[in-house]
């Protein structure tokens, strides 16, 4: 079975780079590519037994096309190893300290475009060649000789080579495209694919009318010319006259090059040209030789790639979850992918009609972003990869743990197991009771609470506030000592001093969100208030509609839950609102909030908290009327609809500033 995947990767990889390097037609995306690779990395580490002679990962790049001529690098072109989060790029530098004590790094912009080496004899240009297999380049002199940012003749009379990257302008870019729309012709996808394109061309001067452009950024054997550090080389290099990017730092430790990388990764679509990362290497070039190479990447450069907004991967299977109100949710098992991040296995489907909708089947490949920045969700189906094997959705009519006939009620489009001895409700039902939004009882993570039920010793929520009688015998249980179970006691006893609306939402009533349960809380201010009121007064408070005033009618109607409630009572839990005052600040009052990324000193929900507290509302959507957008750490489209629609965007910083104001 690993052998076969190992295979499969290979061929998979194989032929996207045959299509990438050799036709420039590319079928997979560049996020797939990645995602394939470090999954046959991890396999032959694992499992070297399986490495196969054709692996792509004993080679750097692709096959080299025949109409060119074929050129051999003195040094070898070799490609940069690819992380992906702030971590990766801290144990970087952990790897790199481990040899040398205080390493300075040099960050520059990682251009999306295709590399080229330049030669240099006597001052004159006499070869431009491309990486190909980092060994064996095409030749592409008559071709990059067009290229107006590349000097013809250099006033350097010793043999010299730089190396870089040639790119396309976003401005060619579209230009390129438009004209090819007119004459009917197949449009390039990016840049890169168009800068690809140009270079490869037989004929010059079609290259010519391209508009390429190029920045320099290696010297292969800076020892030749007495040069010591990578930054000295970009230095000088740029007095010869190569086009060297501007914004290019020298970075004292690594917190200075994770603050280059957030920075650019805000202000990247403010470039010109396209970038797809950060590219961080050692400064010192005796470093880099003390650090050396591995067979296909140097130990001492690395590059960040930014987060993917969108991205693709195979929908392996469909599977079902039973929530705490019994809902039946449909869940998407994903091939692994990296996204905005964070790594993405599964996503949600949320019901039979959406999956109906987007034709969504098992075996397909499928677009993801983050919906919000936050919630991972299908966008659409990549149709045209379907290959036959796909196998289409089929709702199941039984519940999956306990076999109960499912029910879809007529005004909703889920479906339902209305067993409420359902041992996965239960479960659930006890996880939502000390999820942060509800009675937030720190240190129950999902398999504690299951084990705790599955031991018998957690079946209902009151039984939270009994799990003391059992002290002695929760500390003997494998995984659990004294120090553990006293936080977990400690954290169950301060749960009893929550306002109502956390006990409201807690409670898990049918429809009774967050917001539903702070409205109810400040309207009734105790929990008998609520539970004496009619059906007719309910529905008439602002935000509660009929389907929420049934469902709260309904519960409380119940004798189990009012004996439940009555339970919660006699162990001390609070039933009445505290809820704090508004406070009165005119940087927040009636102003509408929408957030986006990730905030360092707060989570979304405290963000959402505070501004609420002090006279603001928060919303999902950048519309005309959005006061303000809060924008951290890789923030998505919002922050785009933002500047689109000149609409006020606040810094975590500005956040901190005006909550003291």
Same mark, same amino acid.
């Given at each position: 079975?690993?052998?076969?995947?190992?295979?499969?990767?290979?061929? =998979?990889?194989?032929?996207a780079?045959?299509?990438?390097?050799?036709l420039?037609?590319?079928?997979?995306?560049?996020?797939?590519?990645?995602?394939?690779?470090?999954e046959?990395? @991890?396999?032959?580490?694992?499992?070297?037994?399986?490495?196969?002679?054709?692996?792509?990962?004993?080679?750097?790049?692709?096959?080299?096309?025949?109409?060119?001529?074929?050129?051999?690098?003195?040094?070898?072109?070799?490609?940069?190893?690819?992380?992906? $989060?702030?971590?990766?790029?801290r144990?970087?530098?952990?790897?790199?300290k481990?040899?040398?004590?205080?390493p300075?790094?040099?960050?520059?912009?990682?251009?999306? #475009?295709?590399?080229?080496?330049?030669?240099?004899?006597?001052?004159?240009?006499?070869?431009?060649?491309?990486? #190909?297999?980092?060994?064996?380049?095409e030749?592409?002199?008559?071709? &990059?000789?067009? =290229? @107006?940012?590349?000097?013809?003749?250099?006033?350097?009379?010793?043999?010299?080579?730089?190396? *870089?990257?040639?790119? !396309?302008?976003?401005?060619?870019?579209?230009?390129?495209?438009?004209?090819?729309?007119?004459?009917?012709?197949?449009?390039?996808?990016?840049?890169?694919?168009?800068?690809?394109?140009?270079?490869?061309?037989?004929?010059?001067?079609?290259?010519?009318?391209?508009?390429?452009?190029?920045?320099?950024?290696?010297?292969?054997?800076?020892?030749?010319?007495?040069?010591?550090?990578?930054?000295?080389?970009?230095?000088?290099?740029?007095?010869?006259?190569?086009?060297?990017?501007?914004?290019?730092?020298?970075?004292? %430790?690594?917190?200075?090059?994770? %603050?280059?990388?957030?920075?650019?990764?805000?202000?990247?679509?403010?470039?010109?040209?396209?970038i797809?990362?950060? &590219?961080?290497?050692?400064?010192?070039?005796?470093?880099? @030789?003390?650090?050396?190479?591995?067979?296909?990447?140097?130990?001492?450069?690395?590059?960040?790639?930014?987060?993917?907004?969108?991205?693709?991967?195979?929908?392996?299977?469909?599977?079902?979850?039973?929530?705490?109100?019994?809902?039946?949710?449909?869940?998407?098992?994903?091939?692994?992918?990296h996204?905005?991040?964070?790594?993405?296995? $599964?996503?949600?489907?949320?019901?039979e009609?959406?999956?109906?909708?987007?034709?969504? !089947?098992i075996?397909?490949?499928?677009?993801?972003?983050?919906?919000?920045?936050?919630?991972?969700e &299908?966008?659409?189906?990549?149709?045209?990869?379907?290959? *036959?094997?796909?196998?289409?959705?089929?709702?199941?009519?039984?519940?999956?743990?306990?076999?109960?006939?499912?029910?879809?009620?007529?005004?909703?489009?889920?479906?339902?197991?209305?067993?409420?001895?359902?041992?996965?409700?239960?479960?659930?039902?006890?996880?939502?009771?000390?999820?942060?939004?509800? !009675?937030?009882?720190? *240190?129950?993570?999902?398999?504690?609470?299951?084990?705790?039920?599955? !031991?018998?010793?957690?079946? %209902?929520?009151?039984?939270?506030?009994?799990?003391?009688?059992?002290?002695?015998?929760?500390?003997?249980?494998? *995984?659990?000592?004294?120090?553990?179970?006293?936080?977990?006691?400690?954290?169950?006893? %301060?749960?009893?001093?929550?306002?109502?609306?956390?006990?409201?939402?807690?409670?898990?009533?049918?429809?009774?969100?967050?917001?539903?349960?702070?409205?109810?809380?400040?309207?009734?201010?105790?929990?008998?208030?609520?539970?004496?009121?009619?059906?007719?007064?309910?529905?008439?408070?602002?935000?509660?509609?009929?389907?929420?005033?049934?469902?709260?009618?309904?519960?409380?109607?119940?004798?189990?839950?009012?004996?439940?409630?009555?339970?919660?009572?006699?162990?001390?839990?609070?039933?009445?609102?505290?809820?704090?005052?508004?406070?009165?600040?005119?940087?927040?009052?009636?102003?509408?909030?929408?957030?986006?990324?990730?905030?360092?000193?707060?989570?979304?929900?405290?963000?959402?908290?505070?501004?609420? $507290?002090? #006279?603001?509302?928060?919303?999902?959507?950048?519309?005309?009327?959005?006061?303000?957008?809060?924008?951290?750490?890789?923030?998505?489209?919002?922050?785009?609809?933002?500047?689109?629609?000149?609409?006020?965007?606040?810094?975590e910083?500005?956040?901190?500033?005006?909550?003291?104001?």
């Amino acid at each position: 079975m690993i052998e076969k995947r190992i295979e499969e990767l290979i061929e =998979i990889l194989n032929k996207a780079s045959y299509e990438y390097y050799t036709l420039d037609k590319p079928t997979i995306t560049d996020q797939e590519y990645d995602d394939y690779y470090h999954e046959l990395e @991890k396999l032959e580490e694992k499992y070297p037994q399986y490495k196969k002679d054709n692996s792509p990962t004993k080679r750097i790049g692709g096959k080299i096309i025949e109409e060119f001529a074929k050129v051999t690098h003195s040094v070898p072109m070799m490609s940069l190893g690819d992380i992906f $989060s702030e971590d990766e790029i801290r144990d970087f530098d952990e790897r790199i300290k481990k040899t040398i004590p205080n390493p300075t790094y040099v960050c520059e912009l990682k251009i999306d #475009g295709l590399s080229v080496s330049l030669i240099y004899e006597n001052g004159k240009l006499v070869r431009a060649a491309t990486r #190909g297999d980092g060994i064996t380049g095409e030749d592409i002199t008559h071709n &990059v000789e067009t =290229i @107006k940012s590349v000097p013809l003749t250099i006033d350097f009379k010793d043999d010299l080579e730089v190396r *870089g990257e040639i790119y !396309m302008p976003k401005k060619s870019f579209n230009k390129l495209n438009e004209e090819r729309k007119q004459n009917g012709e197949n449009l390039f996808a990016n840049p890169r694919n168009a800068a690809a394109g140009s270079v490869r061309q037989l004929d010059s001067k079609v290259a010519a009318k391209r508009n390429l452009a190029t920045f320099i950024y290696h010297l292969p054997e800076p020892d030749k010319y007495q040069l010591t550090k990578h930054s000295d080389t970009l230095e000088f290099m740029k007095k010869l006259g190569f086009i060297v990017n501007p914004n290019i730092i020298v970075a004292k %430790n690594i917190d200075e090059v994770i %603050n280059y990388v957030k920075d650019w990764t805000v202000k990247r679509d403010e470039l010109p040209y396209e970038i797809d990362g950060i &590219v961080i290497k050692v400064n010192n070039i005796a470093d880099e @030789k003390t650090l050396g190479y591995t067979a296909r990447t140097p130990k001492w450069a690395i590059a960040y790639k930014f987060p993917a907004i969108e991205v693709l991967t195979k929908l392996k299977n469909i599977e079902f979850c039973v929530g705490r109100t019994g809902k039946i949710t449909p869940r998407a098992d994903l091939n692994p992918v990296h996204l905005a991040g964070s790594v993405i296995s $599964s996503v949600t489907l949320h019901n039979e009609d959406y999956i109906k909708e987007k034709d969504i !089947m098992i075996n397909d490949t499928v677009a993801i972003h983050k919906a919000g920045d936050v919630i991972p969700e &299908v966008v659409r189906v990549i149709t045209e990869r379907r290959d *036959g094997t796909q196998i289409p959705f089929k709702m199941i009519d039984i519940c999956p743990i306990c076999g109960s006939k499912l029910v879809r009620k007529d005004s909703e489009v889920a479906y339902y197991c209305e067993n409420k001895f359902c041992d996965a409700r239960k479960i659930e039902g006890l996880i939502h009771f000390v999820s942060r939004d509800a !009675m937030y009882i720190d *240190g129950f993570g999902e398999r504690i609470i299951e084990d705790f039920y599955n !031991m018998g010793y957690l079946k %209902n929520i009151v039984d939270f506030y009994e799990l003391k009688k059992y002290k002695q015998e929760l500390m003997e249980l494998e *995984g659990f000592g004294e120090k553990s179970i006293n936080n977990l006691l400690d954290s169950i006893e %301060n749960s009893k001093q929550n306002s109502l609306e956390r006990l409201l939402f807690a409670l898990g009533i049918r429809h009774v969100g967050k917001k539903n349960a702070q409205i109810l809380a400040k309207e009734y201010k105790n929990i008998d208030n609520l539970i004496n009121t009619d059906y007719e007064t309910l529905v008439n408070i602002n935000d509660i509609g009929e389907i929420i005033a049934n469902s709260i009618s309904e519960y409380f109607s119940i004798d189990e839950n009012l004996k439940l409630i009555e339970q919660l009572k006699e162990h001390g839990v609070n039933t009445n609102y505290i809820g704090g005052n508004i406070i009165e600040n005119a940087n927040f009052k009636d102003k509408t909030f929408v957030l986006t990324g990730t905030l360092s000193e707060y989570s979304r929900d405290e963000a959402s908290d505070i501004i609420a $507290s002090n #006279g603001g509302k928060v919303t999902n959507s950048v519309t005309k009327k959005t006061s303000v957008v809060l924008v951290g750490e890789n923030p998505g489209s919002k922050y785009d609809k933002a500047k689109e629609l000149n609409i006020e965007i606040w810094s975590e910083e500005d956040f901190k500033k005006f909550l003291e104001i």
